[in-house]
């Protein structure tokens, strides 16, 4: 079985950072895509950031040049480092990842961790 398992949500003033983290354990042969999403009340939950395999990224409109998103293969572990934040970035944050699995078949799946509480306030 596979789990995410996020951290590093808390509280910051607006114009702080936070680094959040999201590991994968479990019988993970690859990670094809990790992305984070995001869902503030009574809104939709809505992409963030996505990085896929090779390295390439794609971002929200309202995240680009604050946000950056990278991971680590050889730990199976993905960030998300936030910059420049702001109130309207108030949400619960989800680690997302299509991950590979080989254990009697190959299966490729799709896979959320439990969320992690973003609040921006003074």
């Known amino acids: 079985q596979v789990q995410l398992v996020e951290s590093g949500g808390g509280l910051v003033q607006p114009g702080g950072s936070l680094r959040l983290s999201c590991a994968a354990s479990?019988?993970?042969?690859?990670?094809?895509?990790m992305a984070w999403y995001r869902q503030a009340p009574g809104k939709e939950r809505e992409l963030v950031a996505r990085?896929?395999?090779?390295?390439?990224?794609n971002y929200a409109d309202s995240v680009k040049g604050r946000f950056t998103i990278s991971r680590d293969n050889a730990r199976n572990t993905g960030y998300l480092q936030m910059n420049s934040l702001k109130p309207e970035d108030t949400a619960v944050y989800y680690c997302n990842a299509v991950i590979t699995t080989r254990v009697v078949v190959t299966t490729v799946r799709d896979y959320w961790g439990q969320g992690t509480q973003v609040t921006v306030s003074s």
């Open positions: 479990g019988s993970i042969f690859s990670i094809n895509t």
């Open positions: 990085i896929i395999g090779g390295g390439a990224t």
